[in-house]
C-alpha cells in the first residue's frame, strides 16, 4: 500500500528552520528487506531512511538498520510516554509465518512497519520524540542495548512504584469496601468507548470478508487455469474447427487465470491489509482507553486519600497534636500527587479528544483510499476480462462458419 | 423444485437469510430500486421452470439461488415458452441499447450481443425437440440448424411431472408394493402422433426400462441414449422427495433426448410409450430365472435346429444371446470370444475395419477428455458461486459498518463522506448478483459437456452391438467347416457298408439339414452385422455433427456470457472508482 503519509509535509509545532525558504521537512521510509541468520535465529532487517531538515536530526540523510524488535521498542516507549495519545500499530509478531518467510509475508510486514513509522513522524506531538530520534539514527549497537535494557528483566525504578501504586490501590479498595471499579460515566465518553468496541467488530468481519475475497481470486483464477487445460485437451481430440475453437478458449481461460492472480494480489495488498491495519488501530485505541482509565481510578483514588489526609490534619490540628508536622508533610506530599495524576489524566483526556478527530480524518482518508483502490482493480479487472472474452468470439463465428 | 428447503443445514439457513437480506437492501441509489422489486417477487416462480440445469451441477443443487433466472415477472406475457433469463432475452430484443454507461435498468443486455448475433424468431423454438428449456444453447443450435429434419415447424416437447404414489393391485392378502408412477404429457405436431396434439400417460419406472429394453433390440447399433440408473441406494442423506424429483428429472432428460433422434423419434415402441392409455403394451424385460425354464424348452433349438428349421425363427439367431434360454449359445460365442483373443487361428472375419478400431480409440480418448472438462467445469462454476457469495458477505458487512457509522458518529468528521463506503458496499452486492446471474447461464452452457457424457455411452452401445454380431458371425461361421467334417466322415464311414447304414444316413441327413439352417443363419448374421455397421456408420457421423455444433455453441454461449456480465461488473465498479476519484493516489498531487 503506498504510503501516502511520506509526501504530507509537517505543520505546525516545529522549530524555525535552518533557512527561511525551505519548509521543515521528515521523511521516513522502510526499505529493503533482507533475511539475516538461520533456522530459529533468523530474522529480517530493514533499510531506514531518514530524510530531513530537522536541526535535532543529522544531516539531510541518515540510513540505519533496523529489525522488528526495534519498531517494538520504539512503539512501547512511545505508549507509556504518550498517553492518551493513539500510537499506531504495529504488523502482528507472527511466530509462525516467520520461519517461512514467504516473499509476500515479508513485504506486506515492511509495507506495514513504514506506514508506521510514518504515522509516527507525521504526529504533531509523537514527532518530537527522543525515543524516535534513537530510533532512527542511532548506530545499530546502541540500538541493540536500548533494546535490551527494555525488554531485560530490569524494569526502570518508575515502573515498580507503578506497580507497587497498583498493588496498594487494590488493597485499599478492598479495605474501603469498594466494590465497583472506579469508571468514568460521561455520556460522551460512554458513547465513544462503546464506538470503539463496535467498530472493532465490524471492522474485523469487514477484513474476515476481505480476506476471503482474496481467496476467492485465487481459486477462480485457478480453477480458469484448470479449465483451461481440460479444455484444450479436449480440443486436441476434436476435428477441426472445434478443436481449435478449443484451443482457443482454454487459452484465453489461462490468461485470464493469471490476471486473475494478480488482481488478487492486489486486492490483498491494498485492501485487505489497510481493513486489517485499521483493525489493529482500534485494537490500539482500546489500550489507550485501558490506560485512561488507570489514569482516571489513580486521580479518583489520590482525590480521595488527599481528602481523607486533609481531614485528619484539620482533626489534629484542632486537637494541637504533635503529628500535625508528620501529617502536614504527608498532606503536601498526597496533595502534590494528587495533583500530578489529575494533570496526567486531564492530559490524556485532552489528547484523545483531538486523536479522535485526528483518527477518523485519517481513516476517512485512507480507507477511502483503499475502497477508491478496490474499485479501480475490480474494474479493471472486469474490463480485462471482458476485453479477452470478447476477442475470441470472431475466432469462434469464423470457426462455426466453416461447413462442419 | 425448492429442494433446498429440506433445509440442509445451518449454514443453508443462514446463507438464505443473508440472501433476504440482501433482497429487501435499499439500493436505490442510482435509481436501480425499481429493478430489485421484481427479483423479490422472484423465488417462487422461478425456480420450478429450471429443472434442466439442476441435473448435472450437483454442487448448485444445495444453492438454490432465489436470486437466480429472474424469470417471466421481467419478460413481457407472449414470449412465454422462452422463460429465458432475462439478460440473454433481451439481448435479441433490444438492439437499440448503447453500451451501458450506467445502471438504468437492473437487467441490461450485453453490449456487443446485437452486433454480433442477430435475433432470433422467439416464437418458435424453444420448444426445439428435446432442448432444454430456452437456454442461451438451444437458441444459437438453431441457428445453425443441425438436424435437417428439424424444421421451424416440427416440434415434441415432453414433460414429466406430477409424482404419484400408486399401490400395485395383488393376489395376496398383505398386500402390493407402491411404487411411484409419473404423468408423462406430450405436446407435439408431428403427423405420426396425430398431431398437433397434446397427450399425458402415467407411467412408473419399471415401464421406462421396457421402453429401453425394446429400444435396444430394434435398433442395434444405433447411439440410443442412455436410460436413467434403475437403482439408487436408499441412503439415509437421500430423502424420498430427493430422490424422487432427481427421477423426475432424468426421466424427462431422457424422453426429450429420445425423441430428440430422428430415428428413434418416429419408432413404435416411443409412440406407444407416450400414447397408450393404461398398461405399457410393449414386452416386459423378464427377469432371468423364468429365461432359464423358457430357455429349457428352446434349447435344442437354438443352433441346433432340430425339429426342422421352422422352430426357431432365423432372426432370432442374429439378436445377441441373452441369458437363460440362450445359455447354450452364450457358451458357444463366449468360446468363440476366447479363442478370438487367445487362440492361435484367426478367427474366420476379423474386424478389419482399421478405420472402426481408430474410430474406438478415438471415442474413448474423447469421453475421456469429456469426463475432464466436465469436471473442471463444476470446478469453474463453484469458484464463480463462491466469489459471488462472498462479494454479497463483502458487501452486507459494508453496509453494516455504514450504517453504523452513521449512526455512532461522535464527530461530524465521520459523517464527511459516508457515501464512499456505501457505494462500495452496494457495488459489492450488485456484483454478487451478477456472478450468481452469470453462474446459472455458465451452468446451462456448460451442461452440455455432461449431456455428451450420456451420448458417449450411446455410442458405446451402439459398437458394443456391433462387436456382439459379429461374434455371433463368427461363431457360425466357425460352426460349419465342424458340422461339414462330421458329414464327410459319416459318409465315408457309410459308404463302406454294403447297401447303406440307416442309422447313419438319418444321421448324415439330419447333420444337412443343421448345415442348411446353420448357412441361413449365418447369412443373415451376416446381413444383420453389415446392417449394424451402416448404423453405427450414420450414427457416429450424425453425432459428430451435432456434437462439433452443440459444442461450438456452448463455447459462443459461454462466452457470450462471460463478456455480458464481466461487462456490467465493470461498469458498476467503475462508477464507484469515478464517484471515489478524490481518493485517486495517482492524481493527488506530490
Redesign the interface.
Known sequence: M?S?EQ?RSISGSMQSPRSPSSLPYLSVSVTDPVKLGNGVQAYISYRVITKTNLPEYQGPEKIVIRRYSDFVWLRDRLFEKYKGIFIPPLPEKSAVEKFRFSAEFIEMRRAALDIFVNRIALHPEVQQSEDLRTFLQADEETMDRFRFQETGIFKKPADLMQMFRDVQSKVSDAVLGKEKPVEETTA?YE??K??IY??EN??A??Q???Y??V???R??G???L??G???K??G????E??GK??SD?GTKSELLSIKLQKEAQQVLMNFEEPLKDYVRYVQSIKATIAERGTAFKQHCELAETTKLKEINLDKLMLTRSDKVGEAEIEYREIKAESEVATRRFERIVTRMEEE??RF??QK??E???A??????G??RL??S??DA??S??PK??A??AVQ? | MMGSENADGFEETNLNAQRDVMENLDLGVDGDAGGDNPLKKSVVNGDTSNSGYRSAMSTLSNVRDPLSPPPTVMIPADSDPLLAPPSSYEDFRSFGSKPISSDNSYIEPPS?ADV?FSPFDENSDSEINGAEDSSLHSQFSDS?SRSPSSSSSDYIKITVSNPQKEQETSNSIVGGNTYITYQITTRTNLPEFDGPSDFSVRRRFRDVVTLADRLAESYRGFCIPPRPDKSVVESQVMQKQEFVEQRRVALEKYLRRLSAHPVIRNSDELKVFLQKQGKLPLQMSTDVASRMLDGAVKLPKQLFGEGGASAVPVHEVVQPAKGGRDLLRLFKELRQSVSNDWGGSKPPVVEEDREFLEKKE?MH??EQ??I??S???E??V???Q??GE??G??GL??I??TK?ENE?A??N??R??PN??K??AT?AVK?SRFYRELNSQTVKHLDTLHEYLGMMMAVQGAFADRSSALLTVQTLLSELPSLQQRVEKLEAASSKVFGGDKSRIRKIEELKETIKVTEDAKNVAIREYERIKENNRSEVERLE?E???D??NM??G???N??GY??K??NV??K??EE??????EK?S?
Not at chain 1, 236 to 239: K, N, Q, R, T
Not at chain 1, 371 to 376: D, G, M
Not at chain 2, 580 to 585: E, L, N
Request: aromatic share 10%.
Open positions: 503506498e501516502t509526501t460522551a458513547k465513544l462503546h464506538y463496535e467498530l465490524h471492522l468481519e469487514a474476515k470478508h476481505a476471503r475475497l481467496k476467492r481470486h481459486e477462480l485457478q480453477s480458469l484448470d479449465f487445460k481440460a479444455v485437451l479436449l486436441a481430440c476434436e476435428g474447427p472445434t475453437a478449443f478458449l479522535i478527530v477518523q480524518e476517512t482518508e480507507m477511502g483510499v475502497f477508491h483502490q478496490f474499485a479501480k475490480q474494474a472486469a474490463n476480462i471482458a472474452w470478447r475470441l468470439l469462434l463465428e470457426s462455426s462442419i | 456487443y454480433i445453425l478415438k480418448d474423447l477428455q469429456i475432464n472438462a469436471q473442471q467445469a470446478s469453474l463453484k469458484a464463480q463462491d466469489m462472498t462479494m458477505e463483502l458487512a459494508f453494516k459498518l453504523f455512532e461522535t464527530s468528521a465521520q464527511i463522506r464512499d463506503m457505494n462500495l457495488a456484483a455433427k456434437r462439433r455444433a459444442f461450438m463455447m459462443k459461454f462466452v457470450v462471460q463478456v464481466a461487462e461488473m465493470g465498479w467503475a464507484v472508482a471515489s476519484s478524490q481518493y485517486d493516489i493527488q506530490s
